[in-house]
C-alpha cells in the first residue's frame, strides 16, 4: 500500500530538540523530493522544508534555518526532520508530503505528528 | 517570498456551483505563470490534493471539482456541491523550489 508514517512527535520544552521520522511504502522513495508541511492549531498549512531524492538539494522556510535539519535515508525509505532550539511557535502538527510531478504537487501525505513546545 | 491570498470563508447552497479564489502577489510575478494546485482539508484529517497543474483531477476525485489559472488568479470550482464538500480548501504554488500556499479558504455548505 501506498502511505507515509509519521512519528516521533511530542512535548518538548523550549530550547528542546525532536527528530521526526516519515516510513515511505508502496513507491520508489529515492525517485521523489519530500517534504514536512507544518500547521499550528487552528492556523493554516504551512511549508517547512524539503529534500531532493538524492538528497544533496534541501530547502528551508526562512524561520527555522539553522535549527532545523531535513535529511532522508533512501536504503530505509525514510524521511526525517531533526529539530533543535525548539521554540513556541514551533508547536504544529507536522505532514511529511510527497511531491510529484511538473507541477511539484503534494500527491501523498502523512497522518501527521503533533510537536509541542512548552514549559 | 511570494505571498498568496485566499478568502477566509466562503458559503454555499447544497446542489449550487461555489468558486474559491486565490490570488498572487504580484510583485512576485503572474500567478498565471505558475502552476497551482489545490487541497481540501477537513477538521482532524490530511490534506487532499484535489487539482493538480492548474485543472488537473487526481484519480478518485470527483468532477465536480475543476480549476483554472489566469492572470494573477487561481479558481477552484465546485458544482453540484455536496454538504461532504464542507471542508478548508488551500491553494499552492510551486516557486523557486518551494511551495506557497495560501491561507486557505472555510467553505461551508449550508
Known amino acids: 500500500e501506498v502511505m507515509l508514517v509519521e512519528s516521533g512527535g511530542g512535548v518538548i520544552q523550549p530550547g528542546g530538540s525532536l527528530r521526526l521520522s516519515c516510513a515511505a511504502s508502496?513507491?520508489?522513495?529515492?525517485?521523489?523530493?519530500m517534504n514536512w508541511v507544518r500547521q499550528a492549531p487552528g492556523k493554516g498549512l504551512e511549508w517547512v522544508s524539503n529534500i531532493g531524492g538524492s538528497g544533496v538539494r534541501t530547502d528551508y522556510i526562512d524561520s527555522v534555518k539553522g535549527r532545523f535539519t531535513i535529511s532522508r535515508d533512501n536504503d530505509k525509505n525514510t524521511l526525517y526532520l531533526q529539530m533543535d532550539s525548539l521554540r513556541a511557535e514551533d508547536t504544529a502538527v507536522y505532514y511529511c508530503?510527497?511531491?510529484?510531478?511538473?507541477?511539484?504537487?503534494?500527491?501523498?501525505w502523512g497522518q501527521g505528528t503533533l510537536v509541542t513546545v512548552s514549559s | 517570498s511570494y505571498k498568496l491570498t485566499q478568502l477566509p470563508s466562503v458559503s454555499v447552497s447544497p446542489g449550487q456551483t461555489v468558486t474559491i479564489t486565490c490570488s498572487g502577489d504580484?510583485?512576485?510575478?503572474?500567478?498565471?505563470?505558475?502552476?497551482v494546485c489545490w487541497y481540501q482539508q477537513k477538521p482532524g484529517q490530511s490534506p487532499v490534493l484535489v487539482i493538480y497543474q492548474d485543472n488537473r483531477r487526481p484519480s478518485g476525485i470527483p468532477e465536480r471539482f475543476s480549476g483554472s489559472n489566469s492572470g494573477n488568479t487561481a479558481t477552484l470550482t465546485i458544482s453540484e456541491t455536496q454538504a461532504l464538500d464542507e471542508a478548508d480548501y488551500y491553494c499552492q504554488a510551486w516557486d523557486s523550489n518551494i511551495w506557497i500556499f495560501g491561507g486557505g479558504t472555510k467553505l461551508t455548505v449550508l
Open positions: 504580484t510583485a512576485g510575478g503572474k500567478l498565471g505563470d505558475k502552476f
Open positions: 508530503a510527497k511531491q510529484e510531478g511538473i507541477a511539484a504537487a503534494g500527491t501523498l
Open positions: 508502496g513507491f520508489i522513495f529515492s525517485t521523489y523530493t
